[in-house]
């Protein structure tokens, strides 16, 4: 087997014994064991004895076996895992992470589909996009968020700006957070960067208010005159 590095496997060379000391964790419980070169035969076969229990491990506790992050325990407000509950907006969300990485999420609203349907959506989309990431797949980022970063912590405040104004001219009103469910960035970067999504709309100097005032406007325009 080749030295290369192995995911949850630690070579320990700083004080003796030396050998291979195998970490990991999943549903908040501690996996480890260390395997020590002279007791298990050499370096090499240190290596394959802890390559052997980390699978057999994993396999009694279900875990997938896969070089990419898997998550354990849920660390939502809803017990489920990549999906949370918004008050606010009274919406699910789902969300998760390509093979690479990169964030995406989805809302579904309670006031639309009711709260029990909305959950079930959200959670049936959580277990297909992750069965999706685990199968190695990857988004496509288009050229315009290439020149950017991947990341959604990494756009900057004058980015988001740009993007929040150039999606009011696409739309021709006042962007919603659903516009940016399944992009990069999600509406998850501006409520980091901003506070709150209003904050977000106000940095980028676009108000709803302006909106009503045309739409009054334009309506009094168009009402035919009496007489």
Known sequence: MSMRKIKNITRMEYDPPHGWWVRFSYNKKQYSKFFN?????????ALLSAVAWM?????????????LFVCGGARSNTGVKGVSYCASSNSYFASWYDANGRPAATSYSANKHGKKKAFAMAC????????WRLAGNTYIVDEYYRKSTSHLRKFTREQLIEILQKKEKELGRVPRTRDFANTRPTHFSFRSVFGTWASALAAAGIYEDDYKADNKQQAHIEQPSEG
Do not use: L
């Not at 002279?38 to 090499?44: F, N, V």
């Not at 049936?124 to 069965?131: A, L, P, V």
């Open 37 to 45: 070169d002279k007791k298990y035969g050499g370096k090499q076969s």
């Open 124 to 131: 049936k989309k959580r277990e297909k996009m992750e069965q």
């Open 55 to 67: 699978k057999n491990a994993k396999k009694k506790a279900n875990i997938p076996d896969t070089h």
